[in-house]
C-alpha cells in the first residue's frame, strides 16, 4: 500500500467525525440563514418591516427594551416642515445606567467582582490597555444615542449620528426598511446608501408608519 493511501485512509476517521459532529451545526445555520433570507425577501416584498440582515444582533431584553421605550409614546415634536425624533428619556437612561455601570467596574476598586478585575490582569495586556478599550466603547454608546437626531418631512429624511455627521435621503429612493433588533431601524436607499434611525424616539410609530408608505409609494 502506498504511503499516500495510508496517509488517507488514517484521516478518514478523523474527516468522518468532523462530518458527524460539525455537520447538523452546519445544517442548522444554513436553515436559520435560509429562513432569514426569505423572511427578508417576505417583508421586501410586502414593503413592511422586517429582519435587517442576516448577521443581526440579538434583540433587547425584554426589560431593557420596556426601558428604552419609556416616552416613546404620542407624536413627534414639529417645526413648520419637519418632525423631529430625537432619543427617548428612557433609552438615555438605559445607555447612560449601562455606561456608569462599565466606568465603575473598570475604574474603583470593590465595585464589580474580584473575578472581573482577576480576568483583566490574566490577560497578556497591561490592564489599563482593556480598560481604555472598554470605557471608549462606553463612551461611544453615550455619544451614539445622545448625539441622535432625525428631522423628516414628506420629501426628506436627515439624519445627525455622533452629534457631526449629517446625511440627507430622499424619500422617492428607499426600497426597504430592516429592524436590527435593538437600537436602529435601517433604512436602505438607492441611491444614497443606508440610514439608521433610532427606535427609541417619540413618535416612532408615526415615521414607521409613513416610511412604510413611501417604499410603497417609490414601486
Known sequence: MSQS???????????????????????FHWRTAFRRYRLIQKHRTEGSIGPAGFLQ????P???DALARLGTKGDAPRTLDDRILRPSPGVR?????????????????????EGFDAALRELPVPPIVPQLLLFLAALNGVFYIFGFE??????ILVTTRMFLSRREYRWKNLEWIGDDGAYDLVLRFTPGGKAKVLKHCRGIEEFKLFAQEQVRKAR
Open 5 to 27: 493511501l495510508e496517509l488517507v485512509l488514517r484521516y478518514v476517521p478523523v474527516v468522518l467525525g468532523l462530518v458527524i459532529v460539525l455537520g447538523p451545526i452546519a445544517w
Open 93 to 113: 437612561l438605559l445607555v447612560a445606567g449601562i455606561a456608569l455601570a462599565i466606568t465603575g467596574f473598570l475604574f474603583l476598586p470593590g465595585f464589580g467582582s
Open 150 to 155: 432625525a428631522r423628516y418631512n414628506r420629501d
Open 62 to 64: 425584554k426589560q431593557y
Open 57 to 60: 444582533g440579538a434583540d433587547l
